[in-house]
């Protein structure tokens, strides 16, 4: 049995990204301690190759698709009842029903010898009966099969989680709520273990966005011609859905941590706890970036503009390559990477480039891929990020701690990273500019103005190696897990 056992959605070991370098971090800095690893994707063709070599204290991985459905049978052998049960609950006031009773029906489901049959779960009178329950609790102008979809969309990946065959751990480390709050939760109910709960973005939020900018979720043509900023049915279904799975993993965590003040504050509005939340900030290896911040030539003319992770829409790349476009016109010789996997969104990844070429950008914009980073800090002068909606981006403070300058929106704890976050902290100076959402003209200005100012970009180079040094080495980041771990292990 591992010591813990860490429960990650759409990320580690198959997915790149910021929360995926986390865990790893997290792993590899405590080898004395035994991991498992519940690994929630889609489907199957996700995991086809790991993007990690696996530290040797991993003992297990357990993948969890939860689009992969085998139906075995045509027609059911068994019916759970207790499964609607749980569901009516789940799609009505989680929150508020008693915890004994969501434990029982839920022990019950996970301990069935049998198994749950999904044949039954998929086209028993039971489903039909539940569906209609929720249906005619609702919005009722809304077509029953619009809504038959939909419910199945959002009922069938629970199974799935249910299903799970889980690792004992007498610790589940959550790194979300989500799907992955929800099978900590059940991990933490199976085996009467305890749970800890990490969020570095808020699910529900970034789920919001998404959703909100979503062309595959329906709307009726009565609700599309609407002149209203207000959202669909199923939009708001989804929101609800997901609400509530933040609400199961908020009620049964023992301890939840976030890297800033702002994440507790929207952690305390979705229904967590106060008293439960503790600030772990990021942090990165100081000694790792040292060298390349000594070795950099400060005097060279400064013209390489990086944009740094993956390209999906929540990340805004588009605003960049607009951005990029308005700087050649002032800095003609400006060269711009675009770095970090491409795969995860082809087809945005695809509307990116056409974009570039569109704005006749093909000398100056480079998409590299997936990259050792490490490797091209040396010769990017400036970072740029443009996204709606980040926590505490490790990409700041890796190219701070490089001596280099940011500009990027003013979301999450980008604010805090690049001015400070105590009196003692802001004393250091801005280590980079903040600009609005969807703004190229200004993020263009801001990087022209870093470019061609020697003097401020050298004190905000200075700031940023300070504020790294002092307040984010991924030692006291590393330390603080494993004074957590220790009390529930």
């Excluded at 027609?75 to 009773?101: Q, S």
């Excluded at 959202?231 to 933040?246: D, E, T, V």
């Excluded at 929106?409 to 280590?431: A, I, N, P, Q, Y």
């Amino acid at each position: 049995m591992s010591d813990v056992c860490l429960v990650v959605e759409g990320s580690y070991p198959y997915i790149r990204g910021g929360v995926s370098e986390w865990v790893h971090r997290l792993i590899t800095d405590m080898p004395d301690l035994q991991f498992s690893l519940l690994s929630i994707m889609p489907s199957q063709s996700y995991t086809r190759e790991e993007n990690y070599r696996i530290p040797n204290n991993v003992e297990s991985i357990v993948n969890v698709y939860l689009h992969d459905y085998q139906f075995k049978d045509r027609f059911f052998k068994k019916r759970t009842p207790e499964l609607f049960d749980f569901f009516d609950i789940f799609y009505g006031d989680i929150d508020k029903r008693p915890k004994e009773e969501l434990e029982k029906l839920l022990l019950k489901l996970m301990n069935n010898r049998g198994g749950i049959d999904l044949s039954y779960a998929f086209s028993s009178r039971d489903l039909w009966n539940s569906m209609l329950k929720t249906y005619n609790s609702g919005d009722t102008s809304t077509t029953f099969l619009d809504f038959f979809w939909n419910y199945r969309f959002t009922f069938l990946p629970l199974v799935q989680l249910i299903k799970t065959n889980i690792p004992p751990a007498p610790l589940y480390h959550t790194i979300s709520t989500g799907y992955a709050g929800v099978l900590a939760s059940l991990a933490k109910i199976k085996f009467n273990s305890n749970m800890l709960l990490t969020e570095h973005g808020i699910y529900t939020k970034e789920r919001r966005i998404e959703i909100a900018q979503a062309t595959w979720l329906y709307e009726s043509e009565e609700e599309s011609m609407k002149a209203t900023s207000s959202l669909g049915f199923f939009k708001n279904w989804w929101i609800r859905y997901f609400g509530a799975m933040s609400k199961l993993a908020y009620r049964y965590a023992d301890q939840i941590t976030t890297l800033y003040e702002g994440n507790k504050l929207y952690q305390i509005s979705d229904g967590a706890d106060p008293q439960k939340i503790s600030i772990i900030p990021n942090g990165v290896v100081v000694n790792q970036f040292r060298e390349i911040a000594q070795n950099r030539d400060i005097s060279r003319k400064r013209r390489t503009v990086a944009y740094i992770g993956r390209v999906v829409p929540i990340k805004d790349v588009k605003t960049f390559i607009k951005a990029c476009k308005l700087i050649v016109q002032k800095i003609p010789d400006a060269e711009f990477l675009l770095i970090g996997p491409q795969e995860e969104e082809s087809q945005y990844y695809q509307e990116c480039a056409d974009m570039v070429n569109m704005l006749g950008l093909e000398k100056n914009v480079k998409f590299t891929g997936h990259v050792n980073v490490t490797d091209h800090f040396p010769k990017i002068d400036l970072i740029v990020l443009t996204s709606i909606s980040e926590a505490q981006p490790l990409v700041i403070l890796e190219g701070a701690a490089c001596g280099i300058p940011v500009v990027t929106t003013d979301v999450g704890s980008c604010r805090e990273l690049v001015e400070g976050r105590t009196d003692e902290d802001k004393e250091l100076g801005k280590s980079g500019l903040l600009t609005s959402f969807h703004a190229p003209g200004e993020t263009a200005a801001a990087v022209i103005n870093l470019l061609t100012d020697d003097v401020l970009y050298n004190k905000m180079s200075e700031a940023g190696i300070s504020r790294v040094e002092q307040y984010y080495n991924v030692a006291d980041m590393v330390n603080a897990y494993k004074t957590i771990y220790g009390h529930y292990i």
